[in-house]
């Protein structure tokens, strides 16, 4: 009778085992076919928001908006390669790690670069794109001819929160440095509201900024009088949950068939593409 007992017990735990690993095959990504892309959906050219699916866009999860930009062209790609198609999952700068890490998404794709404190808890693949950081003011600013850091000194300035870019505003001697701001919509109404004198951004966020608004100015400083930035701070990374060995493989795959001028005409393209250029 006990041995009967430890038979139907047995049967029974193996068909509760086998329960939870069908849910579990029903919920994975890859059964499904496709990988959850987290990013802020405001981060022209990179990624930003639209009404319909025009130029490519794809739906943005539980919204009837849809998502375009670099981001989203170049998870297209790497979706495609690895025989995946992608959801768009909107999620603010501050969330999209704890969303990977809590299995909300598969992959950041929103202009995030390396950095020491991000690479203890995600791991990041080679670079999607590189970007240098420069500094946007309006036209009419008294900072508008500056030709060096130095000639930012007493200038209010801040970027946006828990990015680089606010973080190499410590190099600017002599400038206000402001709290750091949500993200660059919120910047640039600063900026042209004159709350701020100016602020730091990478290279393809300024130019479609100055796209959409001929009163902005870029500053690029020359060597040695501008900012001091490692090669990480100017590449964007795709990240994914630490340990995910198998799936940083295939991106990293997908990156190296996608040459240098296709990146380049991708990201064209999205500067002329986004919503404030038109």
């Given at each position: 009778?006990?041995?009967?007992?430890?038979?139907?017990?047995?049967?029974?735990?193996?068909?509760?085992?086998?329960?939870?690993?069908?849910?579990?095959?029903?919920?994975?990504?890859?059964?499904?076919?496709?990988?959850?892309?987290?990013?802020?959906?405001?981060?022209?050219?990179?990624?930003?928001?639209?009404?319909?699916?025009?130029?490519?866009?794809?739906?943005?999860?539980?919204?009837e908006s849809y998502a375009n930009?670099?981001?989203?062209?170049?998870a297209k790609k790497i979706a495609?390669?690895?025989?995946?198609?992608?959801?768009?999952?909107?999620?603010?700068?501050?969330?999209?790690?704890?969303?990977?890490?809590?299995?909300?998404?598969?992959?950041?794709?929103?202009?995030?670069?390396?950095?020491?404190?991000?690479?203890?808890?995600?791991?990041?693949?080679?670079?999607?794109?590189?970007?240098?950081?420069?500094?946007?003011?309006?036209?009419?600013?008294?900072?508008?001819?500056?030709?060096?850091?130095?000639?930012?000194?007493?200038?209010?300035?801040?970027?946006?929160?828990?990015?680089?870019?606010?973080?190499?505003?410590?190099?600017?001697?002599?400038?206000?440095?402001l709290p750091a701001m949500d993200?660059?919509?919120?910047?640039?109404?600063?900026?042209?509201?004159?709350?701020?004198?100016?602020?730091?951004?990478?290279?393809?966020?300024?130019?479609?900024?100055?796209?959409?608004?001929?009163?902005?100015?870029?500053?690029?400083?020359?060597?040695?009088?501008?900012?001091?930035?490692?090669?990480?701070?100017?590449?964007?990374?795709?990240?994914?949950?630490?340990?995910?060995?198998?799936?940083?493989?295939?991106?990293?795959?997908?990156?190296?068939?996608?040459?240098?001028?296709?990146?380049?005409?991708?990201?064209?393209?999205?500067?002329?593409?986004?919503?404030?250029?038109?």
């Amino acid at each position: 009778m006990r041995k009967m007992k430890r038979v139907l017990s047995l049967v029974l735990c193996l068909i509760m085992l086998a329960g939870v690993l069908i849910v579990g095959s029903s919920c994975s990504t890859k059964k499904a076919g496709v990988l959850r892309v987290g990013m802020e959906c405001a981060y022209a050219p990179f990624n930003w928001t639209q009404s319909d699916d025009s130029n490519g866009a794809v739906k943005i999860v539980d919204s009837e908006s849809y998502a375009n930009g670099y981001d989203v062209q170049m998870a297209k790609k790497i979706a495609a390669d690895m025989g995946y198609t992608i959801e768009v999952v909107k999620t603010e700068w501050d969330g999209l790690i704890p969303a990977l890490q809590s299995g909300k998404i598969d992959l950041i794709i929103a202009g995030m670069s390396v950095n020491p404190d991000r690479s203890k808890v995600v791991d990041f693949s080679s670079a999607y794109y590189n970007a240098n950081i420069v500094v946007v003011t309006m036209k009419d600013s008294p900072y508008a001819s500056a030709t060096s850091l130095a000639e930012l000194a007493g200038a209010k300035m801040t970027s946006q929160r828990g990015t680089n870019w606010y973080d190499l505003l410590a190099q600017i001697t002599g400038a206000d440095i402001l709290p750091a701001m949500d993200d660059v919509p919120s910047l640039l109404v600063a900026l042209t509201s004159g709350k701020i004198d100016a602020y730091t951004t990478d290279a393809p966020t300024a130019m479609a900024a100055s796209y959409a608004n001929p009163d902005l100015v870029t500053l690029v400083f020359a060597e040695g009088k501008g900012l001091v930035v490692s090669q990480e701070e100017t590449q964007v990374n795709v990240a994914v949950k630490k340990g995910s060995a198998d799936l940083l493989k295939g991106v990293n795959a997908a990156l190296a068939k996608i040459s240098e001028s296709d990146r380049e005409t991708i990201m064209k393209n999205a500067v002329a593409q986004q919503p404030l250029a038109n």
